[in-house]
């Protein structure tokens, strides 16, 4: 059966989204980081790994500012 991660591990690279989640509370929106995505090969799909799952609120996908991916480089 063929895998499905990302990226072996020798070539990591930093993740193509920033995993976030987001609970508004009252007109606040606050946002934690709480995973990573990277697409796969043929770019038809996403594999998303997640540190922490969150049981309310949404997970937002955002491209990553460049100091993020630094951080984050075989995440």
Not at 30 to 49: C, E, I, Y
């Amino acid at each position: 059966m063929a895998c499905n991660n990302p990226a072996p591990a020798a070539e990591a690279k930093a993740p193509d989204f920033i995993a976030w989640h987001v609970a508004n509370r009252g007109d606040k929106a606050f946002w934690t980081k709480v995973g990573a995505a990277w697409f796969h090969r043929d770019r038809k799909g996403v594999s998303l790994q997640l540190e922490v799952v969150p049981i309310n609120g949404r997970i937002v996908l955002r491209t990553p500012f460049d100091d993020e991916a630094k951080e984050q480089p075989g995440a």
